[in-house]
Structures are given as C-alpha cells and as structure tokens.
C-alpha cells in the first residue's frame, strides 16, 4: 500500500477501520458555520470571474494556483438587498 501513498498526501481523519471519532463532528461544524454564513449573507458568483473547471475532474474548480477557484461576492441579508431579487406580487383572485 505505500508504493501507492503519495508523499504529500494528507488524510487528515484517517479511514477504514481506524477513522477518527472526531470526523462526523468536524463536518458538522463545518455545515453549521456554513449555515450560519448563509443565513446573514447572501451569496454570488461574481460574473467577472468564470469558475474554471478541469475536464478531468468535473467535481472541483481548479485550485487558485492554477487560474482556477471560486469569487464570490457577500452582501448582508441585515442592511442589502440583492438587484435581482424582485418582492413578490400581490395576487388576485380566489384563493
């Protein structure tokens, strides 16, 4: 199996039988500040900056490194609203 391992490869919870029991907790606090995030900002892609893709692996944008990541642009759900998000209209008629 170590011919396989790269030397720079980092498996930061392990895996298999000896998976670390702090894994499920790190990803929910990962998803919890995720909503969190969510919840006081509104989130854009900024249209300036296309989201580079590797034909190899369609799953992830390249890194930063590569001419790649993801720019996005925060605006507070608190004080901004976003252009595009139009209130709904009144509707008329039977309900």
Not at 22 to 36: D, R, S, V
Not at 38 to 67: C, F, H, M, N, W
Request: proline share 9%.
């Amino acid at each position: 199996k170590m011919k396989h391992f790269h030397p720079f490869q980092f498996i930061p919870f392990g895996g298999g039988r000896r998976l670390c029991i702090g894994n499920l907790f790190a990803i929910t606090q990962a998803k919890t500040l995720l909503c969190m995030i969510l919840r006081k900002y509104y989130l854009r892609s900024v249209a300036e900056k296309p989201i580079r893709i590797d034909p190899k692996d369609i799953a992830t944008p390249l890194s930063a490194e590569r001419g790649g990541g993801v720019w996005l642009h925060f605006t507070s759900r608190d004080y901004d609203e976003p252009e595009d998000v139009v209130p709904p209209q009144p509707s008329h008629g039977a309900l």
